[in-house]
């Protein structure tokens, strides 16, 4: 790839040079400012002189921004440095990815992982079977939820990275984002783009629901963003989950369906009795799942599908569901008593299904104290739809804490004001008991001490409450 190539294919324009600035130009290796070496590209959704000028010094061969201030520009011409500057940062880190995987892995058979909930159980599942089944297989997909994401360009590094240190990969399976933006603004298309450059040969849609409020303010905003990953996965297989009305009116030209219901269908994976099913045979009974609950079956449901669709035996597929080990926080369970479970769900879909498979684990009589983190720094209209599904999804068996987690937040995920306010207005209209935290330490201080032995404590939330199982050790 020349410069006017890399300018061209990022819709942009350079500043300070039009040409590579290594001696050598590009060495096909997009990374991050701290970790380039000479004559590797980074890409930052922003740079001011400073960092221009330690892109100079390391060498580089050029930088790519949506946002160049504080003097980057001034900066990159008094360095004869080459500065592309695009509209649209997500262009590059497509670039990014599809060149490390045409150039690090080409010969990979690649899957694709989108929807509004179940990604990172369904794509971590994926990668575990594929591994247990001997595979060498890179996932962008981690406890901490640090590399799911696309805005940058971490996983072309990852896949670079791997390939290098431990030679060809077999598999990659990349979860995407259904939803992406930056600084509230919706980058359209994100998911049906980055799906493209990863050039799948299966793809599967978890469901579609609503979450990243603020980048789209409806559930036809959600559909139209996830709409385009069919046609961007092309003759690959599409998993799909045939229990969500609004994924089933996705056009996908070889669907596979999932279904927690028995399907008719051949190219189906579904629930029969006690059984998962695929083609009237059984594949594992229902005990020898690692966690139960709906909305954890059907991820389970859409890994299989997409093992199935990749070839692999249903020997290969059944032994490595059965040795899989939950991603942190993913019904974690924390203790024995009281049982203590501790979740992501950090949006109305994710709340209601979780309190409700929580609910049928509870002994007669007894209590389920609900934990649940308020989500920082991301508006009141997404905690406005966690605190109504909350008030939905409560009963007599019950009690509610909340919790602003002010002890163990960071600034990007602090709660303000106004997002605690419209927590408590929706409690309040739908008369709903709950007591309010400032420190998440209190909050499970609290629970833990006011909950009996046979009872279950189910912590919920985000950032906020990402920390709980490190404080309740303290605690208990």
């Not at 061209?8 to 324009?13: A, F, H, Y």
């Not at 008094?78 to 990815?97: C, G, H, M, Q, V």
């Not at 940058?152 to 598999?171: C, F, H, Q, T, W």
């Not at 997404?382 to 960071?410: F, G, K, R």
Request: proline fraction near 3%; charge should be negative; glycine fraction near 6%.
């Amino acid at each position: 790839m020349d410069f006017d190539d890399l300018v061209k294919q990022v819709e942009g324009r350079a500043v300070g040079n039009d040409d590579f600035f290594s001696i050598d130009g590009f060495t096909g290796r997009f990374t991050f400012l701290n970790d380039a070496h000479t004559g590797d590209v980074v890409i930052r959704h922003w740079i001011n002189g400073t960092g221009v000028e330690m892109a100079f010094n390391k060498n580089i061969a050029c930088l790519i921004t949506q946002t160049p201030k504080d003097g980057a520009i001034e900066t990159a011409e008094r360095l004869s440095f080459p500065l592309i500057i695009t509209d649209k940062i997500e262009l590059a880190n497509a670039l990014a990815l599809s060149h490390a995987i045409d150039n690090y892995s080409p010969k990979s058979t690649n899957v694709v992982i989108t929807g509004t909930n179940g990604k990172s159980t369904t794509s971590h599942l994926i990668y575990h079977i594929l591994n247990n089944a001997g595979y060498h297989v890179l996932t962008n997909t981690d406890s901490e939820s640090e590399f799911n994401t696309l805005i940058d360009p971490m996983v072309a590094k990852l896949i670079s990275d791997e390939a290098r240190e431990n030679g060809k990969l077999d598999y990659l399976v990349i979860e995407v984002s259904e939803v992406q933006g930056w600084l509230g603004k919706l980058m359209k298309n994100h998911a049906a783009l980055m799906s493209e450059a990863i050039k799948p040969k299966v793809g599967v849609i978890t469901n579609i629901a609503m979450d990243h409020i603020g980048l789209v303010n409806s559930i036809d905003e959600v559909f139209d963003e996830i709409k385009a990953v069919p046609e961007a996965i092309g003759d690959g297989t599409c998993i799909l989950n045939h229990d969500d009305e609004l994924v089933m009116k996705l056009d996908a030209k070889n669907p596979f369906y999932t279904s927690l219901s028995k399907l008719n269908e051949d190219s189906s994976v579904y629930i029969d009795g006690e059984f998962i099913t695929y083609q009237k045979r059984a594949i594992l009974n229902l005990d020898e799942l690692p966690f139960t609950g709906n909305h954890f079956v059907q991820n389970i449901l859409s890994a299989i599908g997409a093992c199935i669709a990749l070839g692999l035996s249903l020997d290969e597929i059944a032994g490595g569901v059965k040795s899989y080990k939950a991603l942190n926080r993913r019904f974690a369970k924390l203790n024995d008593e009281p049982i203590i479970y501790d979740d992501f769900a950090h949006n109305p879909d994710g709340i209601k299904a979780t309190i409700a498979e929580t609910i049928k684990l509870l002994p007669q009589n007894q209590k389920l104290h609900v934990a649940c983190a308020i989500r920082g720094s991301r508006g009141i209209e997404i905690n406005e739809l966690n605190a109504q599904a909350l008030a939905d999804a409560m009963d007599d068996s019950i009690e509610l804490s909340l919790s602003s987690s002010n002890d163990v937040v960071n600034d990007l995920n602090f709660v303000e004001d106004e997002e605690r306010e419209v927590f408590f207005d929706v409690l309040n209209a739908n008369n709903i008991e709950y007591t309010h935290y400032n420190n998440l330490k209190d909050c499970l201080r609290e629970v833990y001490q006011k909950a009996d032995k046979k009872d279950i404590i189910l912590l919920i939330g985000a950032q906020g409450m990402d920390p709980a199982e490190s404080l309740l050790k303290d605690i208990i």
